[in-house]
T-cell receptor, first 118, second 111 residues
Framework: GAGVSQSPRYKVAKRGQDVALRCDPISGHVSLFWYQQALGQGPEFLTYFQNEAQLDKSGLPSDRFFAERPEGSVSTLKIQRTQQEDSAVYLC????????????????FGAGSRLTVL | DQQVKQNSPSLSVQEGRISILNCDYTNSMFDYFLWYKKYPAEGPTFLISISSIKDKNEDGRFTVFLNKSAKHLSLHIVPSQPGDSAVYFCAASTNAGKSTFGDGTTLTVKP
């Protein structure tokens, strides 16, 4: 497709369950980002990939959060033993730009995966 | 400590008038500033950007102004249209790659 695709769009999990959120970036986009957006707030950075390399995971809130992009295209964000505070919209974004290359790093976002933990 | 702040959660303007959305930042290392627009149930979409070495960038009805000494930027929309009603996010990036976002301002343009 032409845009960034995320699935599932909505996920309800019981506390303690594991969840996996998928992101299909725009074909050819080198960089991929995951953001977490709580209600009424802006997107908060979680992690960043350049191709298959995870260059920055400083925003992951705990070791229950894990992200991968094994072949440099599709990425999965996994949350283990979900807690109520994990409830949020998880946004994936991709961009053409490599880190270190000048120019505005314009992100193309997917529609997000809304996670509700009961 | 929030590095990018949008102090007005909401703004309401009349159709045809100017909308001015404001953003403040604290990190002088940011090299680009971007504005994104978000409709309900969709992801943010890019609107306009400005380099830290510029003080103005214009694209149609949208103009972004940057005041580096004040660490302040603003987005002007002239004339405002009902279809501009959305949440607007200010974002700032460094060469390291990631963007830092403000909490957004909800703009309502009344017909």
């Amino acid at each position: 497709g032409a845009g960034v695709s995320q699935s599932p769009r909505y996920k309800v999990a019981k506390r303690g369950q594991d969840v996996a959120l998928r992101c299909d970036p725009i074909s050819g986009h080198v960089s991929l980002f995951w953001y977490q957006q709580a209600l009424g707030q802006g997107p908060e950075f979680l992690t960043y990939f350049q191709n298959e390399a995870q260059l920055d995971k400083s925003g992951l809130p705990s070791d229950r959060f894990f992200a991968e992009r094994p072949e440099g295209s599709v990425s999965t964000l996994k949350i283990q033993r979900t807690q109520q505070e994990d409830s949020a919209v998880y946004l994936c974004a991709s961009s053409l730009r490599d880190r270190g290359i000048s120019g505005a790093n314009v992100l193309t976002f997917g529609a997000g995966s809304r996670l509700t933990v009961l | 400590d929030q590095q990018v702040k949008q102090n007005s959660p909401s703004l309401s303007v009349q159709e045809g008038r100017i909308s001015i959305l404001n953003c403040d930042y604290t990190n002088s290392m940011f090299d680009y500033f971007l504005w994104y627009k978000k409709y309900p149930a969709e992801g943010p979409t890019f609107l306009i950007s400005i380099s830290s070495i510029k003080d103005k960038n214009e694209d149609g009805r949208f103009t972004v102004f940057l005041n580096k000494s004040a660490k302040h930027l603003s987005l002007h929309i002239v004339p405002s249209q009902p279809g501009d009603s959305a949440v607007y996010f200010c974002a700032a990036s460094t060469n390291a790659g990631k963007s830092t976002f403000g909490d957004g301002t909800t703009l309502t343009v009344k017909p």
